[in-house]
């Protein structure tokens, strides 16, 4: 009989990492939680678990567990850390006068005193942080509850859900013509599913997590069935039949987030997350070792599919896929980024201060520009904005590390599998749609990223390292 204290760790376990599930999942509802309300509980939601997780890693006198990529995640870890040390500097006043900002000196001579800073506006700090430390809260719970490979299949399992309901509820609201967002009538892309985002292409990126994620599970259900050991025309009826009935489960997701994705609109989005489906079969097949002959095909047919689909947009079936549209905003989206490096170069080593974007770029505007930007479009253009070029190089290495502890799990594992894979997949459609958008400036997909990230890392070497030390 197991003792009252392994019962005790077992049930504090279960409660912080399934309130860490149930907060992924509920992530998406309040608009992509981003509202400045929303993004403030996950804060202190995130802190909370993370706190319950300390006091167990606490009582359990460990800090890594044993096997892990130690010095990856040290390095990762205490990048990390200087990133956000700086952002938290470059708000402080006391830093050398030469370092602030020149704006500072034009309004020292106002009635009201200002202390400068290397931020052009250290009030925006705050709220950019708590999110920033929430991704990394959401990592670690991640990482830890994820070493565990049934709170991993059980995460998936439940992000997939997630993913599934939204999809439903999207397609549902431009279906039958409603076309609301909550209570709310839709103020944005009203022809496009948005689910419960505002922005087509941010949905379409939490969708394409969404369908990879479908697509894992899927494949774990697969390696798992008995070969059918039939004639070849017996065994593709016994497949057709096991497909119409054991698994239409683990299909049918699969086409109902398609299907929402192919609906959004989103010429980016969709073309990344289907670049994203074609990394995660791939990294599968390197995982199993097949030969050229075998993955070949599987890379080859996504490819098609990918270009099929936006062909196949064109030729009307996706009428959202504007070429008026785009030929209207790659003006400006080129305009808009000559303006960012342009704001780079004028502070390239210091950066506005985290969170200031969008007050830093109003001082280098200029005619070529008619819209609004609030972001940059571009994320490693607006992190090297508000960070600095060294800062953001930091930002960027840090994930990096991590990611690379995932290719090495996907060459190495034999089982699990599925988690550093999926995450390989998951960073290159966030990666590549990050070149376009600004999809990780919402909190419900930044934070389901960082978790996907922290179950590949997590699940990045065997289980075997730890039960043998």
Request: net charge positive.
């Amino acid at each position: 009989m197991r003792g009252y204290a392994q019962i005790l760790k077992d049930r504090l376990t279960f409660h912080w990492f399934s309130g860490f599930i149930v907060l992924l999942a509920l992530l998406p509802l309040p608009f992509g939680a981003n509202r400045p309300w929303a993004s403030d509980l996950m804060g202190v939601l995130t802190s909370l678990l993370t706190l319950g997780l300390c006091l167990e890693l606490y009582r359990a006198k460990t800090f890594w567990p044993a096997g892990a990529p130690v010095k990856r995640l040290t390095a990762s870890a205490f990048l990390l850390l200087a990133v956000g040390v700086w952002a938290f500097l470059q708000t402080q006043s006391w830093m050398p006068e030469g370092s602030h900002h020149p704006l500072w000196k034009e309004v020292q001579n106002m009635p009201e005193a200002f202390a400068g800073s290397i931020s052009i506006d250290p009030d925006l700090f705050g709220e950019s942080f708590v999110r920033l430390m929430s991704y990394a809260f959401c990592f670690l719970l991640a990482f830890w509850g994820g070493r565990d490979g049934d709170n991993a299949l059980r995460l998936l399992k439940v992000l997939a859900a997630a993913s599934v309901v939204y999809a439903l509820y999207g397609l549902l609201m431009q279906s039958t013509g409603l076309r609301m967002i909550l209570w709310f009538p839709k103020w944005a892309y009203a022809d496009c599913v948005t689910s419960t985002f505002v922005n087509k292409n941010s949905y379409a990126t939490y969708a394409g997590l969404g369908l990879q994620t479908c697509l894992v599970l899927l494949w774990q259900h697969l390696k798992r069935q008995k070969p059918l050991d039939l004639s070849r025309q017996s065994r593709q009826a016994a497949i057709l039949e096991r497909i119409a009935t054991r698994d239409v489960f683990y299909f049918l997701p699969v086409v109902i987030v398609l299907g929402a994705l192919l609906f959004t609109g989103s010429r980016a989005g969709i073309s990344f997350s289907l670049v994203g489906c074609c990394v995660l079969l791939f990294a599968l097949a390197a995982n199993r070792r097949w030969s050229w002959k075998r993955w070949l095909p599987v890379v080859l047919g996504g490819t098609v599919l990918l270009l099929g689909l936006n062909l196949f947009g064109d030729a009307g079936f996706l009428d959202r896929l504007d070429r008026d549209q785009l030929k209207t905003d790659l003006p400006d989206r080129l305009a808009g980024y000559r303006i960012a490096l342009r704001a780079i170069a004028g502070n390239p080593w210091l950066g506005f201060g985290l969170g200031a974007f969008e007050n830093a770029f109003r001082l280098y505007r200029d005619p070529t520009l008619p819209l609004w930007f609030q972001h940059a479009h571009n994320d490693y253009l607006e992190a090297a904005l508000e960070l600095g070029i060294p800062a953001a190089l930091m930002l960027f290495t840090a994930i990096a590390l991590l990611v690379s502890c995932c290719v090495t799990g996907v060459w190495r594992r034999r089982r699990q599998e599925i988690f550093p894979a999926l995450a390989v997949s998951a960073t290159a459609t966030v990666a590549l749609h990050s070149l376009v958008d600004f999809s990780l400036q919402m909190p419900a997909i930044a934070a389901t990223y960082a978790a996907l990230l922290g179950l590949g890392v997590a699940q990045s070497w065997s289980s075997r390292t730890e039960r043998s030390s």
